[in-house]
Structure formats: C-alpha cells, structure tokens
C-alpha cells in the first residue's frame, strides 16, 4: 500500500509547526492501519481557493505514485466545492482513495459525495463570510478616518496604533518627487536609490512599480493621494479566478470610494504633487516596453524569448529593453548596482537561432529515441504491483468472510457491525486498487508522446504565432535559458534539469549559439 500525505496553511501569521501537526495526524493514521510512512506534499502560506499552489500540482502530477492520499481535514486540501469535486473524481479514476482523518471523509464510502459536496459548499461559505466581515471591519475604520490598509512608505505606526510621519522615509519620498518634476524617469529615479543603498520599505532592493504613477488605480508613491494628506479606500477589491485560482484586482466606481482627509500626513505640497500628477497625466501609464513605465500584471508576453532567456550575470530573467535587443530586465529597472550586466542580444536572430537548435538537436528521431529508452525505463519502474493487489484482495476477503461466518453464527454485537463496515470498506478498496493494476496501461503512453513531439515539431516551424511557440518552447526547456557572452559571441545554455517532455525525462543539455 502506497501512501501520500498533504499539508496546507493559509497565512503568513500561521506557523510551519501547523503543517507537522496534519502530517502528525497522518503519520499516525498509517501507523495505525500498518500503512508505511506517506509521501509527503506541503504548501505553506497559501489559500485552500488557489488551484496552483506548488504542492498541489506535484501531487496531483505524482497520484500515479500511490494508492491513498491522506489530509488532516477536507479543506486543507481546498476550499473550492467544484474544483474539490472534479479533483476528487480525478483520483478516484486513478485508483487513489482519499482519506480525511480529523473530519472522517473517505472517499471508498458511498456517502463520500455528500460529505465532500457539504464540506466544499460549508468552506466557500466560510470564505465568503470572512471576506464580508473584514470588508465591514475596515470600511468602518475608513469612514473614521483610520488606516483600513498596509502601511504607506513613509509613516510609522505609533504605540497607540495610529500613523505618523517616519522623517528619515518621508525625506527619501519628497526626493523622489523632486526628481520626477525635474524629469527623471521613475527607472533612473530607481537606479539612483539602489546605488545610493537606501533600503525600500521591506528593507531590500527598490524596483520600478513602487514608485511608478499608475494613476488610474492609485498606487506607486508618485500617484499615493496619502502623500498630499488624502486617503482614499475601497478603489478596488479582488476576485478569483475560475480557472486558475488566482485573485485578480477588479476596479470599484467612484461612487463606492471612501475619502477622508488628513492634512497631518501630508508630506509633499500641494504645488509638487499638482506637478508631478500633471506629469504624469502627460506622460501616461505606458507598458513595459517603454523607458518610463513598468509592465502591467497578467498580460501575456508579447515577444517569443522574453522572461525565457536569463541573465549570465545574476540569473534574472531577460525582457524586450528596446525595439530590437532582450537585455537584463535587473539591470534595466533596479540600476547597475543590482546587475552590471550591459549585453544586449538581437531578438530577432536570437529567437530564430534558438529555435532552430531546439529543433535540429532535440527534435530529431535520435533524441526521441533516447527519450523514448528513458520513458520506458521510468514506466517500468512506476508499473503497480499486481500480485500485491492480488495479494490485498485475497486477505479483504479472507477477513471479510471470518466476520460473516461470526455473524451467522449469532454473533452480533455493536463492535461486529463496526467490524463488517469498516472490512466492507477495506474489501471495497482492494478491488479498487487491483482494478487500478489492470487498467494500467504504459503501452499508451508512448504514443502520446510520439504525437505531443510531432506537435512539438509543427508549433516550433515558425515563430510567427508567437503564443504557441512560446508554448512549444517552454514545455521543453522550461523558463532558463542562460545566456553568456565568450570570446565575442552569445550563447544560450539549457540545464539539463529544464529539458524534458511529456513524462519529465529525456534528453542531455545543450548550448546554443545566439
């Protein structure tokens, strides 16, 4: 019997110690039943509501791996009622039985729909519930005047809880709108905190959206309206998204803004923040390919390599620095003193020579045997053991059969009927498992990798429709691409670890000229 456990918390004010707790449960649980030690898959600091969570996804990517799953409680494993449903029909199709151990789910009973199906809707409901109530809690700190957010760069919070103006930050804030009404960009504005070692308010580097002036949304110092003494609250709220989990911020009207002034917060005049909004206004919030502004979240990548290829110098990732050339996106918003790095690579020869090396290295008939040897050996190697199988349906039965015997022979207590459901579920689960064994078939698996490298082969033909290249691109060498200069010619260097295809094995690493 292979098992698995998972463990989940949700916030950063939780501790590490409340994922050993569940895995303490869950060890003892095995224990009991004579289970050996589970698999384990964690994620830390993360809602139940978000469906890409690293650990999640590992361990739905490993279910092949074991046969039972265990977790804590229900909504450890998540607290979306839908996604909890179709995940759990997932691994019921795979062979894997789910076991709550605190709150008893099992998903080998019959009633299992139920309980899943309440447990689901009872920690939406919950998530609802506390997102109204905080919502309620804060709009009445707003409407009093008080903070109802995160605490500002610039201002402190004083022992009776209240803000004040931090001086050493608010210094540094009336630099930075001294140098963007004179002209500076907010990168060079960036670049010259970073080199000047002034620390950002987490205390590390500064980067370019915490000062840049997103006017429509008021955020980044430039366009904060608390600078001038004005706090304005509930622009925006966010909500989820149906496929990915994530929260995404959704604008409010005005007519639901609340707008309190504080003239005792203020930090710059009246005169310099007109001054540099109508900078702003002139300039306008311009996307990531321009000098002035940085990219905005959740739009897709416009060009083939971006954020793919990584600087040889500190590892970041590598964006579009002008109409033609990829270059260090460290270097370009966080200033020299983050990344010396000055290489500039041509997109349009880089993406066509890196292209062109993926195809005639890894996508030809003698990498994809050497890929197809390594599957196979990996399948073999995961195949379920069908005598085991055997062997725990023929002791079900054996146990099962010993309690009916009792039974007809007219002993009936309450622990005999516990004792025939719980071997009921046992025998139930036995015949699940071996039927998992002989519905294994590894034959169908090479032929689907045959046909995702054909496709692999169409997609990568051309770079014109960029999304599926990119696609095609990062399924085989990931997202790190290290590019190097060396005696005057640029490479671009895939680890061994980023090259896979389908089933995660396959072929060597590789260096590409760009």
Known sequence: MRTAAYARYSSDNQRDASLEDQLRNCRAYCARMGWPEPMVYTDAAVSGSRLDREGYQRLLADAHRFQVLLVDDLSRFGRDSAELTMTIRRLKFAGVRLIGVSDGVDTERKSHKADVGLRGLMSEMYLDDLADKVHRGLTGRALAGASAGGLPYGYRITSIGQRAIDD?????????????????????IVARLNRDRIPSSRGGDWYVSAVYPDRKRGIGILANPIYVGRQVWNRSHFV??????????????????????HPDLAIVD????????ARAGRLGNRASSTADGPRGPGRPMRYLLSGILRCGECGGPMVIVDRYRYGCST??????????????????????ALVAGVQAELLTDEAFQRFTAAVTAELKRAAPDAEAAKRRLAEAEKVHGNVMAAIRAGIVTASTRDELVRTEGELEAARAALAAVKSFQPSQILPRAKETWRKLVAELSTVADTARAREALRELIGESVHVTKRNGAIYGEI????????????????????
């Open 495 to 514: 680890a061994p670890s980023q090259i896979t295809l389908v089933a995660g094995v396959g072929f060597e690493p590789t260096t590409f000229g760009l």
């Open 331 to 352: 270097a370009k918003d966080r200033g020299a003193t983050m990344c010396a790095s000055t290489l500039k690579v041509p997109r349009i020869p880089a993406e066509k």
């Open 270 to 277: 009246g005169s310099t923040w007109d001054a540099a909004q």
């Open 240 to 261: 989820k998204h149906p496929d990915t989990g994530r929260r995404l911020r959704q604008d409010r009207p005005e007519s639901e803004w609340i707008i309190t002034e």
């Open 168 to 188: 050493t930050q608010a210094a540094i804030v009336r630099r930075i709108f001294a140098e963007y009404v004179q002209g500076s960009s907010p990168r060079e």
